[in-house]
């Protein structure tokens, strides 16, 4: 018999009952929750009456509404009613049901996704939900994660388990080294350009091979993070010492006698060698450069070496047509210059992009230098509190400041523009966020998708520009 | 969930093709943090003559005198007579959340779009395909007939009509067996209560350390 995936595995160990018609009831280990998408389910909990299964299996942040400037008066000092009254709904069906939850002013409080690993209540083996698609972050940790409904939400509330049914599995190994100045960010982009958008639609993609090993943790989950942006509604990677190195000591983390018996329960949750997958696609570390997104789906990807594509050259006419509409919806020329796209806007931060080693590339990069003052406005938000208070700790916000950059509270800000955050129409943006379709960070608004040490270098040049080249002037 | 055995309802017309989930409630209403009380934004841009904002008192509202369900004949209705394609578009629970609110219990149509026709069956509404003819005898004949009303026996897969003549419907064995008990999704996963329990039990024993952990 063929060995597991690591999907396999996974899957096999949360499988409560298998269905007759092929759908499955799986175990929720960890169930996250945020304030856009669990106001009805605690709704539907209460009209039927019924109660949360486990309590202790859920944690709570808001983050999508919350503002990224001054919040000293707290959720009443919320503008917009609408986002005011779903940040509170969230205070207050965690405070009657007893889940814990990090408020707006708790300095734990962060984008959800970054909160989960960085308390510990993300590990190696377990499964992780979350009424958010992005929610494949997770899977960074050899974590089974995946993004579901309302109806799901209050479904895992209800019962700790979820009706799904089995992925086909897929492997994206990326092998040999990846070059100076190129980061996890461009690894996925990179993907997503050779794959698709619906690449990976039905499968849950293991990314591996010897470049993953070298990755840090906050590079796997940036990569993680973009699964969903190829379709794969799950993206993994195997547990090593890097992951449990992570794992160490954080609050939730197993401790003392559990913590050495965890240790060697996560050693299993690899690949076995002689495994089957569904489907493989093989990359070259080396053939990757920094990237740039010039269209309105993550897939409109190039190198920064690159040009925007000409639409005539397509010969598939579905994708003639969507190219010419991208085109025209960003205001790009065929031909033109990766470099030559001037921008108005720079936004770091976002669940792909918010974590302490983000902001430290950033800051490197920006140290000394000024933004343009061709730009309206650069800002870097980062993913929680702590990632915050440690970059505070490590003076990058005076670099930040210094160079001219905004430096705002924690939240998922100009990701999504649902806070006061948001790109004007037409306006172009460097942005270190996930999804560049349309009107994402604002009605009208161009988001160009990079990793956030060429948003930085973008951000002093006023263009994009070849963050290897900037760093050696 | 409601359950849903046998009903006797009036019926009201909705006599357009592909009505989509945004005509059935706008994408405003859908930033409200409730499941329920959508049925008063319930086709709000064809109920009423201003544009709808969330959390507004609906009562206060200028009503478009010819939307059929303004009508006082169909006034009461829990019948939704439907053409084809009915319920397209995007994904959104809201829908089927703003017609039960509303009152209605079961939507008669040639054909449903399939995402809206699953999340019915969550929402203890039911769907009911029959022929196009059948539907537009179904559409003369509740034009022509005040307080015109239709039985419907879900154990027997029946519409009765008003003339005593049954009109037999399909459904899925699974979900009629849902229906029927009023089981949602989260009543049925709590039939097997004791399989998620014994596999707590196991998981506790292997990997203590998921448990208890945000207390
Ligand atoms: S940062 Fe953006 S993608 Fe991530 S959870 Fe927030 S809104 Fe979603």
């Given at each position: 018999m063929a060995g597991k995936t690591l999907y396999d595995k996974l899957w096999q160990d949360h499988l409560v009952r298998q269905n007759d018609d092929g759908s499955a009831l799986i175990y929720i280990d960890r169930h996250l929750l945020h304030e856009v998408t669990s106001p009805q389910a605690f709704e539907g909990l209460r009209l039927a009456n019924r109660k949360p299964w486990r309590i202790d299996a859920n944690l709570a942040t808001p983050d999508h509404n919350v503002p990224t400037t001054d919040r000293s008066s707290g959720v009443q000092g919320i503008v917009d009613p609408v986002s005011r009254i779903q940040v509170q709904t969230l205070d207050d069906n965690c405070a009657s049901f007893g889940i814990t939850e990090f408020k707006m002013n708790d300095l734990r409080q962060g984008i959800v996704h970054v909160i989960g690993p960085e308390q510990g209540a993300t590990l190696p083996g377990m499964t992780v939900v979350c009424g958010d698609s992005h929610t494949s972050t997770h899977g960074a940790f050899a974590t089974l994660a995946h993004g579901i409904g309302t109806s799901e939400v209050e479904h895992v509330l209800a019962t700790q388990c979820l009706i799904t049914k089995k992925m086909n599995n897929m492997l994206v190994r990326i092998d040999g080294e990846l070059g100076t100045g190129v980061t996890a960010k461009d690894v996925i982009l990179h993907v997503i350009g050779v794959i698709g958008t619906a690449g990976g639609t039905g499968y849950a993609i293991e990314?591996?091979?010897?470049?993953?090993?070298?990755?840090?943790?906050?590079?796997?989950?940036?990569?993680?993070?973009?699964?969903?942006?190829?379709?794969?509604?799950?993206?993994?990677?195997?547990?090593?010492?890097?992951?449990?190195?992570?794992?160490?000591?954080?609050?939730?983390?197993?401790?003392?006698?559990d913590w050495d018996r965890a240790v060697e329960a996560w050693k299993d949750l690899v690949s076995d060698a002689d495994a089957q997958f569904d489907a493989v696609v093989e990359i070259n570390a080396a053939d990757i450069e920094p990237q740039v997104t010039w269209g309105t789906s993550p897939e409109m990807v190039t190198g920064i070496s690159g040009k925007v594509p000409n639409p005539a050259a397509e010969t598939d006419a579905v994708k003639r047509e969507g190219y010419s509409r991208a085109l025209q919806y960003m205001g790009l020329q065929a031909d033109q210059d990766i470099t030559a796209i001037q921008l108005d806007r720079v936004f770091i931060g976002s669940c792909t992009n918010s974590r302490i080693e983000d902001l430290r590339e950033a800051a490197a990069v920006v140290k000394g230098h000024k933004v343009a003052s061709t730009l309206k406005q650069a800002l870097v938000v980062p993913g929680s509190g702590l990632v915050k208070a440690q970059a505070e700790a490590e003076g990058l916000d005076k670099i930040f400041i210094e160079a001219g950059v905004e430096w705002r509270e924690p939240g998922c800000s100009m990701c999504l523009a649902m806070n006061p955050d948001k790109l004007g129409a037409g306006e172009h943006c460097a942005s270190t966020s996930n999804r560049n379709f349309e009107g994402r960070q604002g009605f009208g608004g161009r988001t160009h998708l990079v990793s956030p040490a060429m948003a930085a270098a973008a951000a002093i040049a006023g263009h994009f520009v070849d963050v290897r080249e900037f760093v050696k002037h | 969930m409601k359950k849903f055995t046998l009903h006797k309802g009036t019926v009201a017309p909705m006599d357009r093709a592909n009505v989509d989930t945004d005509l059935i409630i706008p994408k405003q209403f859908l930033k409200s943090i409730k499941r329920s009380g959508f049925g008063q934004n319930l086709f709000d841009e064809l109920r009423y003559l201003d544009e709808g904002q969330p959390d507004q008192d609906a009562s206060q509202r200028p009503l478009n005198p010819d939307f059929v369900l303004n009508q006082p004949r169909y006034q009461g209705a829990s019948v939704l007579l439907a053409r084809k394609n009915f319920g397209c578009g995007s994904s959104r629970e809201h829908a089927p959340w703003a017609l039960e609110d509303f009152g209605f219990r079961a939507i008669i149509a040639p054909s449903f779009a399939d995402i809206f026709y699953n999340n019915c069956?969550?929402?203890?509404?039911?769907?009911?395909?029959?022929?196009?003819?059948?539907?537009?005898?179904?559409?003369?004949?509740?034009?022509?007939?005040?307080?015109?009303?239709?039985?419907?026996?879900?154990e027997q897969q029946v519409v009765c009509k008003p003339d005593g003549s049954k009109i037999e419907f399909s459904i899925d064995a699974f979900r009629k067996h849902c229906l029927l008990n009023g089981l949602d999704d989260i009543g049925l996963t709590l039939q097997h209560a004791d399989d998620i329990h014994a596999y707590e039990a196991r998981r506790r024993v292997a990997a203590p350390w998921l448990f208890d952990t945000t207390k």
């Open positions: 990314f591996g091979g010897t470049a993953m090993r070298s990755i840090s943790m906050e590079g796997r989950m940036t990569i993680c993070n973009m699964a969903i942006e190829a379709g794969a509604r799950v993206g993994l990677v195997a547990c090593d010492q890097v992951t449990v190195d992570y794992v160490k000591g954080r609050p939730y983390s197993p401790k003392g006698e | 069956f969550k929402n203890g509404l039911l769907p009911i395909v029959l022929d196009e003819a059948v539907v537009d005898q179904l559409f003369d004949e509740l034009q022509a007939t005040e307080g015109y009303a239709l039985t419907i026996d879900l």
